[in-house]
């Protein structure tokens, strides 16, 4: 058992693998608050999108009328899926990178822009700035993972 | 050969390691489960996205009218769609939370719950339960994989 | 540090685990591609969903009516938010099947199939292919992850 346990957490303790434990966490914490954005917008907004969510409103047309879109609740819904379609493949991307064992200053110049770009991303969505800061902070995220894509397939490749 | 694949089962031989495997595989299964009964809702309901999905009913405007929206259907694909912004978080932190030592017991209690509280999630979402339902088991997996990445960030935290 | 290092790559040098990586990678790139698909669509067609994307096509009206919705970037939208529905659950499925022990022969056949059911459902859903041929591609993606999380289940089952 514990000899198992100590090889197991040797991974933990790598210091690559640490710091891809870390940003991961942060950036899915992150993600996860979109929910919490959407959740607020939704009552404060009084728009949903299912009708057992209005019953507290009363019943029948009076509770019927809060079953809509709002354009705030949207952008908030939109940034959430922006955030999927990055933050997945960080997730898998990286973590086959870190394994890769690229030199620890570089995996974290990797996991700290990609952090960056994408909290950048959410203000950039949510305040809204103007063009092209949503579109740069985007681009930045995408062209670390290209990055990190690279390195893994120049060091496992195996078709 | 067979020296590396010793090492690489040793993961899955590790009990906190099976069992995030366990879990996470059943959870998956979960929302994959999403996409059938979508399809289901989509034939039976007669409510298509795609023109080239409704070719079977025949051409023109006959088919044009199966190019709908159902609310059989969108309730799914929001049931859907929250298991994704859900378990995607699990997945990442519950891997890094599996590899950071934490006791059996506490493990699974972390894994348990979070799988009963998604399945009780799309029970709530499909029948539809009456909220609070819903909003509690979406909290629990929610508040499950905040004190998995707690842990994380306590035992990996490398800035 | 150094010896950590070897035990780390020790998991990157197992040809199952290289496997995984190559086929990972390719399928995630392969959904980020989706992103540049959209882009493209959204700029020709000149369909965008938030305010600030159509502010260098003008003030006012003349901008706002570039807010819309087109049938193109819908439908490259509908097969990316369905390459993550599908590519969620052959990451996490994958990653646990390639640590499960799996033969070589077997291992890449399950990641070669996967690979090119989801490259044929691209194509599929983009050109469009006449049904059944998305429907085809769909499900043989769905059945190799089933396969994979069987063998999962079957090596790992800790509950």
Redesign the interface.
């Known amino acids: 058992r514990s000899g ?2 100590a ?13 891809y ?2 940003y ?2 942060i950036v ?2 992150k ?2 608050l ?2 919490l954005i959407t959740a607020y917008f939704r009552i404060t907004r009084k728009a949903f ?5 209005t ?2 409103f009363g019943k029948g047309e009076n509770a019927k009328k809060y079953l809509r879109t709002d354009p705030d609740v949207e ?1 908030v819904r ?1 940034g ?2 922006n955030d ?6 960080f ?3 990286g ?2 990178y870190a ?3 690229p030199e620890l200053y570089t995996a974290l110049l990797h996991f700290r822009i990609f952090t960056g770009a994408r909290i950048a991303h959410t203000f950039a969505y949510l305040i ?4 092209p800061g ?1 579109g740069l902070s985007w681009a930045v995220g ?1 062209a670390v ?2 990055s990190m ?1 690279y390195k ?2 120049k ?5």
Chains 1, 2, 3 share one sequence.
């Open positions: 198992e346990m090889k197991l957490t040797q991974l933990i303790d790598n210091e690559v693998f640490r710091a434990a870390t991961t966490t899915l914490l993600m996860m979109m929910s999108a299912n009708a057992e969510d019953a507290s952008r939109r959430h899926l999927l379609e990055n933050i997945v493949p997730l898998g991307i973590l086959l394994l890769s064992g809204p700035l103007p063009q949503r995408y993972t290209i894509a893994v397939l060091t496992a490749l195996y078709l």
